[in-house]
């Protein structure tokens, strides 16, 4: 039984058959062998069924930079950097000594800045990391509080302040190619 990989993808293969008693027994899969079930020959009377399970490992994320209001796009360039939480000090908003980029950039003429596609770590649920705006757009402050994204399989969650940050559709952004990108909205307090 083999499935072929499928990128930012983990598969997961289980084998179930019934015996002579109606209980379901598991065939053993071959741990070393990825994802593929290699045990030789197997007899078995009844049903066999096969559930390949496929776990993103990665998901595209993307930041849509705004003023207060939600349609308000700032279009003068925001830079930001992503860190792991794990490599990240919260209580001095800084990065650690031996923390690494995960994504970087300013956002374009239309507010977009697409981060690309951020990790799971391996058997974990989630992977958390901190959005660091480093340069405001002119006339706006800098944030004073942490940003923070959650990437599960399923799904992206963005806090921003007290609060979830909203998610735009990436259908609506010619510049975002990978229409499953999750969208961010990230929003700056005028300074003057």
């Not at 360039?77 to 990240?88: C, D, I, L, P």
């Not at 992977?127 to 800098?142: C, H, K, N």
């Amino acid at each position: 039984i083999t499935e072929d990989s499928y990128t930012d993808f983990d598969t997961d293969i289980t084998a179930v058959y019934v015996d002579r008693n109606d209980n379901a027994q598991p065939i053993t899969l071959d741990p070393d062998r990825d994802n593929k079930l290699s045990t030789g020959t197997i007899e078995v009377e009844g049903d066999v069924t096969i559930t390949y399970t496929n776990k993103r490992n990665k998901q595209p994320v993307a930041i849509y930079k705004t003023g207060l209001g939600e349609f308000e796009t700032i279009t003068t360039g925001a830079s930001f950097v992503v860190y792991k939480a794990s490599e990240f000090n919260d209580d001095t908003q800084s990065a650690n000594d031996e923390a690494s980029v995960v994504a970087q950039g300013t956002t374009n003429e239309n507010g977009i800045l697409i981060l690309g596609k951020l990790p799971i770590e391996s058997g974990e649920e989630f992977t958390e990391y901190r959005l660091v705006e480093t340069t405001a757009p002119a006339g706006y402050d800098l944030p004073d509080y942490l940003m923070k994204i959650f990437v599960y399989p399923d799904k992206v969650i963005g806090m921003q302040a007290t609060g979830n940050m909203l998610i735009k559709d990436a259908e609506e952004y010619s510049d975002i190619t990978d229409k499953s990108t999750t969208v961010l909205r990230v929003w700056n307090n005028p300074g003057v």
